[in-house]
C-alpha cells in the first residue's frame, strides 16, 4: 500500500510507545511496601496485598500493600502530627513545596504517562497530552494560591487532615485535583488511590520524598473499602474528599452525617451533548468524539446523551456513524490508538449488561464492524438510536463508549431533555449563534457547560455538579474554598425541643383572638392537619396560637416554591428592590417587632429594640448585595474564557433558631432569597409568632407568591421531612445536634446541600454571621466555557 492509498484508507502502521523505562520501575520496586506514611515506605500492618493488573492484556502488574485500619490509623496521626507546622508554614513556603512537585513531575512525566496508560488502559495520547500536563498544571497553579491565600480568603484558614479517595478513571489527575489546593491551603493529607489504579500514586509519593515535602504531610495509603471505610470514620480526619460513583457518595454522606467533617463529592453524571440545526456538523462530531469515546467512555462527565434537533439528525447520525468506522480500537500504548480498553473485567460486563438492556428497552444499538483485539477488556464504540427518555441508556450512567441519542423540535424542548436527569455534572452546546448558546446555558442543570467544545477543564477554572452529582468544586477560586474554614462565632447549643406542649396561662385582656395560620404560596392557610400549638410568653402566659405544620404542609409549601418562576428570574437589582422594601416595612413596624420579642423572650426593651434594628440592617444589607456577589470571567490557557457564573441553590428549606428569633430567621431568610432562591422556612419552635407577624410585611412587600414559605410547628418532625423531601435543593439547619444528624444522613435522596450548625446555634449578631459568608452557602458556582477565535 503506498503513501495514497494508506492516507484514504486511514490506515497506519504501529506506533508503540516505549515502556522500558516503566517496566523497569515496576521491576525496581517492592510493591508490599507501597504504603507512604509519614515520609516512609511500609508494609500493611496485616500483611495484605491486592493485585493490579494491565487493562489490555489482564496481566498482572504488581501486588500492592493493601492498607487496613490500623494503617490509616498510622497515617492520620502522621498527618495531625504534621498540620501545625504545615499550616503555620508562610505561604511562600507552601508555594515553593507546590511548585517543587510540579517541576519534579515536569522531570518524569513521560514515565508518569506511561504507567497510567499501562495501568489504567487509556491511550498514551490522552495520558502524554492531556493527564499529565493537567495535573502538573494544577500543582503550579495552586503554589500561587498557597503565597496569595491571606490577601484572597482573609479570615479563613485550612481545615485540617484532609481525608481523600479518587477513583480509577484518571488516578494522577484527581490526585492532582484533592492534593494540591489541599496543600495550598495547609492542610495535610491522607489519600487512597483505586485499587484499580495505583501505580502513579506510588510514583507521586516518591516525587513527593524528592521534593522535600516534609514528613507526614502527604500520605498515601493503597487499599480497598475497609481502607476507604476507615478514612470516611476516622475521628482525626476534619473534611472528606470524594470523586466516584453517586451510590458510594450517598453512603459517605450517610457515614459523615453529624460528624461535623466537611465533605465535598464530585460523582456521577449523565450529561447532554446538545446539537442545533444552526452548529458546525463537522465541528459537532469531533466533539462527540472527545465527548463520549475520550478514555473509553470512563469520565463522569461523558457526553452520553446526544440531543440532536429533528432537522439535521439523520444527517448528524450519518456523519457519527461514518467517524465511528475510522476509530481505532487497539493497544493504549500505540499513538494511532483512539480507545483502549475498560479498566477491568468487571467494568467491561457491566457495560455489555447495560447495552443489553438498552436494547431489550427499545434502542437499536450500532456498532461499527472492526475487530476487538484478542486479549484485553475491549469494548466497541456503540450509538444507540431510538432511545426513550425513560430508556436506561439515558438515565443510568454507562461509564463505557457508549452514546444514547434522542432528537428534540426547538429550545424548549432541548432544555427539558438535557434536565430530564437526577445528575447534573455537565452539558455541551453546540450553535453558530453565540446569543442562542448563552440562552440555553444558564437554563441547563449542570456545573459545567462547554459551549462548542467539550471535556474542557484547568487549574484555574472549577469543576463539579449539580443535584445527584455532588456538591463542591474543584479548581479555581472556589475549589480553593473546600479546603478551608472561616470560624463563625458560635451561639449557645441547641437543646431538643420537648415533645409535648407545656400548658400554658390564659392571657389577661379582651383582645380580639388572632388566628396564626401558615404562609404558603402568598397566602395564610390552615394547616393540613387542623391542629394548632400554644406559645407561652415569658412570664408564662398564652400569647397565642400557631398552625401546627405536618408533612402535608411542607409538601404544599415545596410545591409553591418550585413553581414561583417570578423571583428565580428576576434581574438581581429587581430582588435588591423587594429586599429593601422589605426592610422598609418592617422599619415601620419596628415598635411591634420590639414588643413581641420582649413579650416573647423576656428580653429587656432595649435588647429587644437591637435586635429588631439589626433584622432591618440585615435585610438591607442583602438588599445591597443581591447585584453586588457576582461571578467572575478566568482566562484558562486556551482559546476560551469561562464564565463562573453564580446562580440560586434553587428551593432552599430554612430551620431556624430559637436565638436571636427575628434576626436569626432574618439572617438566614435574607442572603437566600437575595441570590435567588425560593425558600420554605421552619420558624423557631418556641417564638413562631415573630415568624406570622412578618406574613403581612411580607404580603406588602412587592414579594412574589411563593419565594417566602413559611410552616410553623415541631423543628425535628419539618426539618426530617424537609431533609427527605427530593424537590428541595438546600437545606440550612441549626437545631439540636440530633436533628441536624438526621437531616443530613436523610438528605441523601437527591444528595441536597446541607448547612447544619451541628447542635450550634450563631451569633446572629456579630458581623462574621452576614456577608459573603452565606452568600457563598446561597449560590451554585457553574463554569460556562465560551471559545473564540477562528
Known sequence: MNILERYHAMEYGPAPEARNEADAWLAGRDFSKALFIDGAWRAASGGKTFETSEPSSGKLLAKVSDAGAADIDAAVAAATKALPKWSASSGYQRAKVLYAIGRAMQRHQRLFAVLETIDNGKPIRESRDIDVPLAIRHFIHHAGWA?????????????GVVGQIIPWNFP??????????????????????????????????????????????????????????????????????FTGSSEVGKIIRKATAGSGKKLSLELGGKSAFIVFEDADLDSAVEGLVDGIWFNQGQVCCAGSRLLVQEGIAEALIAKVKTRMSRL???????????????????????????????????AVCWQPDAELPSSGYYHLPTLATGVSPANILAQEEVFGPV????????????????????????????????????????????????????????????????????????????????????????????????????PVEQADGAAIDRTAKLFIGGKQV???????????????????????????????????????????EATAYNRSQVLYYLAENLS??????????????????????????????????????????????????????TLALHEPVGVVGIVAP??????????????????????????????????????????????PAGAINIVTGRTAELAGVLAKHDDVDGLWVFADAETCAKAEAWSIGNLKRIWSGNGRSLDWASDETAGDALLRRAVEVKNVWVPYGD
Request: hydrophobic fraction near 45%.
Open 403 to 502: 452514546l444514547a441519542t434522542m432528537t428534540f423540535r426547538n429550545t424548549e424542548e432541548a432544555i427539558e431533555l438535557a434536565n430530564n436527569t437526577r445528575y447534573g455534572l455537565a452539558a455541551s452546546v453546540w450553535s453558530e449563534n453565540v446569543n442562542l448558546a448563552l440562552h440555553v446555558a444558564p437554563q441547563l442543570k449542570a456545573g459545567v457547560v462547554w459551549v462548542n467544545g467539550t471535556n474542557m477543564f484547568d487549574a484555574a477554572c472549577g469543576f463539579g455538579g449539580y443535584r445527584e452529582s455532588g456538591f463542591g468544586r474543584e479548581g479555581g477560586r472556589e475549589g480553593m474554598f473546600e479546603y478551608l474554614a472561616a470560624k463563625l462565632p458560635l451561639g449557645p447549643v441547641i437543646k431538643q425541643a420537648t415533645i409535648s406542649a407545656q
Open 328 to 362: 481505532r480500537v487497539g493497544s493504549p500504548l500505540d499513538k494511532n490508538t483512539d480507545i483502549g480498553p475498560l479498566v477491568d473485567a468487571t467494568q467491561l460486563d457491566r457495560v455489555k449488561g447495560l447495552v443489553a438492556e438498552g436494547a431489550r428497552q427499545g
Open 172 to 241: 494522577l489527575l484527581m490526585l492532582a485535583w484533592k492534593i494540591a489546593p489541599a496543600l495550598a491551603a495547609g492542610c495535610t493529607v491522607v489519600l487512597k488511590p483505586a485499587e484499580f489504579t495505583p501505580l502513579t500514586a506510588i510514583l507521586f509519593a516518591e516525587i513527593c520524598e524528592r521534593a522535600g515535602v516534609p514528613k507526614g504531610v502527604v500520605n498515601i495509603v493503597q487499599g480497598g473499602p475497609e481502607a476507604g471505610g476507615a478514612i470516611v470514620n476516622h475521628s482525626g480526619i476534619q473534611k472528606i474528599a
Open 147 to 159: 503565597q496569595a491565600l491571606d490577601k484572597d480568603f482573609p479570615g479563613h484558614k485550612g481545615v
Open 526 to 568: 390552615r394547616p393540613d392537619g387542623n391542629y394548632s400549638l400554644a406559645v407561652a410568653t415569658a412570664k408564662g402566659k398564652l400569647a397565642g396560637e400557631v398552625g401546627f405544620g405536618n408533612r402535608k404542609d411542607i409538601r404544599d409549601a415545596v410545591s409553591a416554591a418550585r413553581a414561583c418562576k417570578a423571583w428565580p
Open 658 to 703: 430559637d436565638n436571636a428569633p427575628l434576626l436569626g430567621l432574618i439572617s438566614l431568610i435574607a442572603p437566600a432569597l437575595a441570590m435567588g432562591n425560593t425558600v420554605v422556612a421552619v420558624p423557631s419552635e418556641r417564638y413562631p409568632l415573630l415568624a406570622t407577624d412578618l406574613y403581612q410585611v411580607i404580603e406588602y412587600s412587592d414579594v
Open 588 to 641: 415601620g413596624r419596628a415598635g411591634e417587632f420590639t414588643a413581641r420579642l420582649t413579650e416573647l423572650t423576656g428580653a429587656t426593651p432595649k435588647a429587644a429594640q437591637e435586635e429588631v434594628d439589626q433584622s432591618i440592617e440585615r435585610l438591607f444589607l442583602y438588599a445591597g448585595l443581591a447585584d453586588k456577589f457576582e461571578g467572575r470571567v478566568h482566562q484558562p490557557p486556551a482559546r476560551a474564557v
